[in-house]
């Protein structure tokens, strides 16, 4: 299942000594050899398949094996728990052992997360997910996203064992993960975990799925798959092409579903749109990718080609683990002959982006329209938000139709001006873009402009909650002053989804709200990007060194930059007052107020920014 964060600590400790005492209890031939023959690997099933240890699949009714049977504070810990379990099994590595890299994709894994705790274990055993890693202690209980590439790594010469259980949750369950702590992410002072102690030899009642694979999937939950699978995908050429084959199996699949249901009668057709839908996407997508680096036509397979329909009996536990594939070369871009790698400027509001942008225009052979492109973008009706039902001043890629993405070139390129007001002689030319919203489009733009490079502009999250409070108080950056069902002041700066929800709340909740939307936004969205494609750039830098700060800059972007700069940048056009290193004091109080509950989005922006 795929989490916002790497990994979640449950607030439940349990008796790593009794469990360890239980396992050594059973003979040693209950254990097997991990399916793929993973060197140092092996499992002793405690929940499998109608209970038998033998069958390692996960479709199919779940029941307690007999070893289960032989384990009352195994059972204890599971019904502590209390989510409904599917496989489950104690999961040993041998000295110096490890689970290679890989990233969980199959159906089973869309909807089940994976719980372990960890029984047998050292200081030196390293669990890494994405690019955070921990050391689950004996008894610990611990959750994490199976979607990111992960590993295990027994750096010491006794083995590890976990008890590694899948589910699909419950309320109880999914209440002690709400409680529960993530490493790097929020302020946990204060936070305990409770301790479960052993009741005797009583072995409480559990519950196991029953159905985990549907005999034919019906077109909602077929949608969200796909839905989830695209918004995972790396931008690429090949996405709208791949977005609109599956929206032509969804609505075959509706079609069929309305006639058939899961009727037999009706399986062959259901076969039939699958394997055509197989067939185009093979044509249409060959190259696309997930975030986590596996291409989009092998994860089709296991998460919905063979599961969509249950024709063929396939045999899930196929799916297990596999190493990573070797990322392919990148494709060869076809050269863009009107625009030449065009500079968009990325921040979130009031983070200096135009003393930036007014900075970098004037370097040489550079073209901009002069100002901020809000009335270019938004006098397109289909991309106004006012026509949109006031949604927000986000646009993802499949926004960039062909149509409209030729309109937008069009009418930049008949605006684009050099540093001394002239329109390029020739073709392609270099265009320089800044506009606050465009944080919030940083798909659409990329798709429309295939060579796009993105500067993200940083500045202190302190200064920058003081400016926005200082720019909502001015009244000049008013740009939806008639939103409908909002109350309060006036909205200012850019549109971020989820507006609604902020209606009523003090300023300082509106601004903190709006940065951390905005920023966690972009992020996502510059992390699928590839990094030679990214710069960023420290306002504060910008500030104290701007001459080197350019020639940096414009070195690694590829432009001439051949004008001096001496002492100070001049003030923007956009200054509400003079800036100072401590002027956000003026508004201490309220910042510190909502500083702690952007504490999970600067860590990732730290991440974001060592990386």
């Known amino acids: 299942m795929k989490l916002s ?39 002793l099933p405690l929940i499998a398949v109608n209970g038998d240890p033998d069958v390692d699949a996960i479709n199919g009714p779940m ?26 099994r104690l999961m040993k590595l041998s000295g110096h052992a490890e689970v290679t890299p890989h990233a969980d994709v199959s159906y089973y894994w869309r909807e089940r997360t994976r719980v372990h705790v960890p029984i047998l274990t050292k200081p030196t055993v390293r669990f890494i997910c994405g690019d955070s890693e921990v050391n689950m202690a004996a008894g610990e209980c611990w959750i994490f996203d199976t979607w990111r590439n992960h590993r295990v790594i027994n750096g010491d010469d006794d083995e590890r064992i976990h008890l590694v259980a899948d589910t699909v949750g419950s309320d109880d369950f999914w209440s002690l993960v709400n409680g529960g702590r993530a490493p790097g992410h929020g302020s946990h002072e204060g936070w305990q975990a409770e301790y479960v102690a052993a009741a005797g030899d009583h072995f409480p009642e559990l519950a196991y799925e029953s159905v985990n694979v549907p005999e034919v999937m019906t077109p909602w939950e077929l949608q969200s798959h796909l839905v989830f699978l695209f918004g995972e995908v790396i931008p690429h050429p090949e996405l709208a092409k791949a977005q609109a084959v599956s929206s032509r199996l969804i609505a075959k699949w509706k079609t069929l579903w309305a006639q058939y249901g899961t009727a037999r009668a009706g399986w062959s057709f259901y076969r039939e749109a699958l394997d055509r839908f197989d067939t185009e996407m093979t044509a249409a997508a060959p190259s696309l990718r997930a975030v986590h680096g596996a291409k989009v036509l092998r994860i089709l397979k296991p998460m919905l080609l063979d599961v969509a329909l249950a024709d063929q009996g396939i045999d899930l536990a196929a799916y297990e683990p596999r190493k990573p594939e070797a990322p392919a070369a990148a494709p060869t871009e076809k050269p863009d002959e009107v625009f030449d790698r065009p500079i968009f400027i990325i921040s979130s509001p009031r983070s200096g982006s135009t003393l930036l942008f007014e900075t970098m225009a004037q370097a040489r052979n550079l073209y901009t329209i002069g100002q901020e492109s809000h009335a270019l973008i938004e006098g397109v009706p289909a991309l106004n938000p006012v026509l949109r039902d006031f949604a927000s001043n986000r646009l993802e890629a499949v926004d960039a139709t062909p149509e409209l993405g030729d309109l937008l070139r069009q009418r930049f390129l008949d605006e684009l001006r050099d540093r001394d007001g002239a329109a390029s002689p020739q073709l392609p030319v270099r265009m320089l873009e800044k506009t606050p919203k465009n944080a919030l489009r940083i798909p659409f733009l990329a798709k429309i402009f295939p060579q796009a490079h993105f500067v993200y502009l940083h500045r202190d999250v302190r200064q920058t909650l003081s400016s926005m409070i200082e720019a909502w108080q001015s009244g000049r950056f008013r740009t939806y002053p008639k939103l409908p069902d909002w109350t309060g002041p006036s909205w200012s700066l850019l549109l971020v989804p989820g507006w609604r929800e902020l209606s009523g709340r003090p300023l300082q909740e509106i601004v903190a709200a709006q940065w951390a939307t905005t920023t966690n936004t972009l992020l996502d969205d510059l992390s699928a990007l590839p990094a030679e494609r990214v710069q960023i750039v420290h306002y504060d ?33 956009f200054t509400v007052s003079e800036p100072a290193p401590e002027k956000w004091r003026r508004h201490e109080a309220l910042i510190d107020e909502v500083l702690p509950g952007l504490q999970p989005t600067l860590d990732r922006l730290e991440r974001f920014m060592a990386r």
């Open 63 to 88: 029941r307690p094996t007999s070893y289960l049977e032989q384990c009352p504070y195994l059972t204890q810990v599971l019904h502590r728990l209390g989510a409904v379990w599917g496989r489950t």
């Open 5 to 43: 964060v790497p990994f979640v600590q449950l607030p439940v400790q349990f008796d790593a000594g009794r469990l360890a005492a239980e396992i050594q209890a059973l003979d040693a031939s209950c254990w097997r050899k991990h399916p793929q023959n993973f060197p140092g690997n092996f499992a």
């Open 541 to 573: 830098n910008l500030l104290a060194t701007p001459k080197r700060e350019m020639e940096r800059l414009c070195s690694a972007l590829g432009l001439t930059w051949d004008r001096p700069i001496d002492g100070e940048l001049p003030l923007s056009r």
